[in-house]
């Protein structure tokens, strides 16, 4: 490989990233409060998901880090235009913190999702990845909020099921779709 073909590679891997780090940073802050929750409903989940199709695991895994660090830093990225260590530190931010594990275990089952055994690994990893988020922040939730994990979860996982469930059918509908239309991978 050439010094022009390394410094492309380089270029595309560091414009992607950033692509999807913005593309997290301006859809994870839309969110909807629920009143039996301190969680609300945000779309970051869904943007992983679908990201998950059209990027490298890892390269979407140092996104989220980046979208991470920029929040912690003050910006408003979290849900509800937030940002900073009290976001990462209160109740919602083992949800934060387990959207890695989503990544981590969907990536593994999403490395060549095409046709129905695909579409079978994809729905595995994103369910299993989206239950290692659902543990992490409902252990968080709870120890922040004094709940036991039963508790917990009634209050960060169960209420977002049905959309949660929709959010992966739209990723299994259109991730192989924009993977086949983006020259990404």
């Known amino acids: 490989?050439?010094?022009?073909?390394?410094?492309?590679?380089?270029?595309?891997?560091?414009?992607?990233?950033?692509?999807?780090t913005a593309i997290i940073c301006i859809l994870a802050p839309l969110s909807i409060p629920i009143p039996v929750s301190p969680v609300p409903i945000t779309l970051t989940n869904l943007v992983l998901y679908i990201g998950l199709?059209?990027?490298?695991?890892?390269?979407?895994?140092?996104?989220?880090?980046?979208?991470?660090?920029?929040?912690?830093?003050?910006?408003?990225?979290?849900?509800g235009f937030s940002g900073g260590i009290g976001k990462l530190a209160?109740?919602?931010?083992?949800?934060l913190i387990g959207f890695l594990f989503l990544i981590l275990i969907g990536?593994?089952?999403?490395?060549?999702?095409?046709?129905?055994?695909?579409?079978?690994l994809a729905l595995t990893g994103l369910i299993l990845g989206s239950l290692a988020t659902y543990l992490f922040g409902t252990l968080w939730l709870s120890f922040q909020m004094n709940l036991t994990f039963v508790q917990g979860l009634f209050a960060g996982v169960i209420p977002y099921l049905p959309g949660d469930a929709l959010k992966i059918a739209l990723a299994l509908l259109l991730g192989p779709q924009l993977r086949r239309r983006l020259p990404v991978r």
């Open 1 to 20: 490989m050439n010094h022009t073909t390394t410094t492309s590679v380089s270029t595309r891997y560091l414009v992607l990233t950033a692509l999807m």
């Open 90 to 95: 209160g109740p919602t931010g083992g949800y």
């Open 53 to 79: 199709f059209i990027l490298p695991w890892r390269q979407l895994f140092f996104s989220y880090i980046i979208y991470m660090l920029l929040g912690l830093c003050g910006l408003p990225v979290f849900s």
């Open 107 to 120: 990536g593994l089952f999403l490395r060549k999702p095409e046709g129905l055994r695909g579409t079978c």
